[in-house]
T-cell receptor
Framework: EAGVTQFPSHSVIEKGQTVTLRCDPI?????LYWYRRVMGKEIKFLLH????????ESGMPNNRFLAERTGGTYSTLKVQPAELEDSGVYFC????????????FGSGTRLTVV | DAKTTQPPSMDCAEGRAANLPCNHS???????VYWYRQIHSQGPQYIIH???NNETNEMASLIITEDRKSSTLILPHATLRDTAVYYC??????????FGQGTILTVHP
């Protein structure tokens, strides 16, 4: 089966611009998660979708971040406007059941804001 | 979710067993112990998980102490490709993973 796909793999944008990251989970996985690692810090949870609904968005840093999951399939994470501190690697993960043991992570999108 | 404590780094010779410890003294009864690893800049990779019994799969073994306050991940025959950051995570059934600093495991020839 295809894994979790994220694109772009790299993005370099200027401060103040908008960037949209996309995640395609494994087909049939109802649960989709976004995480990120900013420079020198630990990997941090951002939010959790169950199908198209936001189950937990407690990790979203501020209202410049907007996540959507259209029809419970792929998800997008928009940063508008981007700030320098948003630079880092954004990971997406999916699982078929929130109690299932293994999440599958994508390879991440490396975002650089200059 | 309970916090975990891991050594910042460990070394292991290729072909030998790598034993990575983790302390989770505040773990509660319904929390599982999970291990993930991150190789270079790839996404984290699930390795194994357990509640209170020891577990083994094709990648590793997980030994959990009887009081569940600590655990050890065992890679029975480490290879160079096992060089990675290993994360011990305690998680309830809610779903969110809380990553710490992890242990940087270096496997050398």
């Amino acid at each position: 089966e295809a894994g979790v796909t994220q694109f772009p793999s790299h993005s370099v944008i200027e401060k103040g611009q908008t960037v949209t990251l996309r995640c395609d989970p494994i087909s049939g996985h109802d649960n989709l998660y976004w995480y990120r690692r900013v420079m020198g810090k630990e990997i941090k949870f951002l939010l959790h979708f169950v199908k198209e609904s936001k189950q937990d968005e407690s990790g979203m840093p501020n209202n410049r971040f907007l996540a959507e999951r259209t029809g419970g399939t792929y998800s997008t994470l928009k940063v508008q406007p981007a700030e320098l501190e948003d630079s880092g690697v954004y990971f997406c993960a999916s699982s078929p059941d929130r109690d299932w043991y293994g999440y599958t992570f994508g390879s991440g999108t490396r975002l650089t804001v200059v | 979710d309970a916090k975990t404590t891991q050594p910042p780094s460990m070394d292991c010779a290729e072909g030998r067993a790598a034993n990575l410890p983790c302390n989770h003294s505040t773990i509660s009864g319904n929390e599982y112990v999970y291990w993930y690893r991150q190789i270079h800049s790839q996404g984290p990779q699930y390795i194994i998980h357990g509640l209170k019994n020891n577990e083994t799969n094709e990648m590793a073994s997980l030994i959990i102490t009887e009081d569940r306050k600590s655990s050890t991940l065992i890679l029975p025959h480490a290879t160079l490709r096992d060089t990675a950051v290993y994360y011990c995570i305690v998680r309830s059934s809610y779903g969110k993973l809380t990553f710490g600093q992890g242990t940087i495991l270096t496997v050398h020839p």
